[in-house]
């Protein structure tokens, strides 16, 4: 019987332990990271009542008034109460959410749209070409970006897409900034040298092997675009340039509770509460992502 020979722990702590991919260890330290965890996990059961808030039980009809009922405190009837036209304000706070989401995810994706391609497109060409279109983003930032918004919507019209595209416009600079010194460092790596070898285009090498290796900051500024977008909106609903009626979002629940908010401050308070933990969570994500996704916590082992 052979007896086996335990190798001193020195050689096992140096064997090589077996690799993992980006995405595989930043989710692994992402599990770690609770509060991220919990923020994400409040994001996805928010957005799935909101989106399901037609149909489940005991959520009452957002428009539905009761003039005769008026403005009532919070209730076993009415979780958070009645506004002064008698409609049930959980569910203005739910439907409103929709909006307020949609608002910040597609403004989101609009801004990441044209931040990544303009940013990558600049850092790719280099030379004159960066040149010209890095101060056109330096022009844009020193223009009030409100006023921009408020603009578009003035001349083009008032409507839920236009929003969507008017707050999309003017988030995109930063991001643009932020892919094209991504892919300074990235486009000198390697792998690009050898793509552009075997005769890919640069089309390809730009949007096959560049664009996706930057998707790490991408998704984590994404995180902090969307609560940002939903902020804009709602200081848009207090000017009156925000969500048209018969439509409602948080930014205009509270533009319109605001007016009674020494009478009735539950108007206020329930759709600020939903929109101060909904922009709370997305920053305990983006924070968590930033974490995981960071090269020298991968290196460091943590």
Do not use: C
């Amino acid at each position: 019987m052979s007896i086996g020979i335990q190798p001193p722990a020195s050689v096992l702590a140096d064997a090589p332990r077996p690799s993992r991919s980006l995405w595989s260890d930043a989710w692994l330290r992402l599990r770690r990271n609770r509060a991220a965890l919990l923020a994400g996990g409040f994001l996805v059961a928010l957005s799935l009542v909101s989106a399901l808030a037609p149909w489940l039980p005991g959520v009452q009809d957002p428009s539905a008034q009761d003039l005769a009922r008026g403005a009532t405190s919070p209730s076993a009837a009415h979780w958070f109460g009645t506004d002064e036209l008698g409609r049930d304000t959980f569910a203005r706070v739910l439907f409103g959410g929709r909006i307020s989401l949609l608002v910040g995810l597609i403004g989101t994706l609009v801004s990441i749209a044209i931040g990544v391609t303009w940013g990558a497109i600049a850092g790719y060409r280099g030379g004159r070409t960066d040149e010209w279109m890095m101060r056109f983003v330096d022009v844009l930032y020193a223009l009030p970006y409100i006023f921009l918004v408020i603009l578009l919507l003035v001349f083009v019209g008032r409507s839920l897409v236009m929003l969507f595209v008017a707050l999309g416009l003017v988030q995109w600079l930063t991001m643009a900034r932020i892919v094209r010194g991504q892919v300074l460092s990235i486009k000198t790596q390697t792998y690009v040298e050898a793509a552009r070898a075997l005769g890919a285009s640069d089309r390809a090498i730009l949007f096959q092997h560049i664009v996706p290796n930057t998707l790490g900051p991408v998704i984590v500024y994404t995180t902090l675009t969307v609560p940002a977008v939903i902020l804009q909106e709602a200081f848009l609903s207090f000017l009156g340039f925000g969500v048209q009626p018969p439509d409602a979002s948080w930014g205009t629940l509270l533009a319109d509770g605001a007016k009674l908010l020494a009478l009735f401050p539950w108007l206020v308070v329930f759709p600020g509460a939903a929109m101060s933990l909904t922009l709370l969570a997305f920053n305990f994500l983006g924070d968590g992502l930033r974490d995981a996704l960071d090269p020298q916590g991968r290196r460091d082992g943590h």
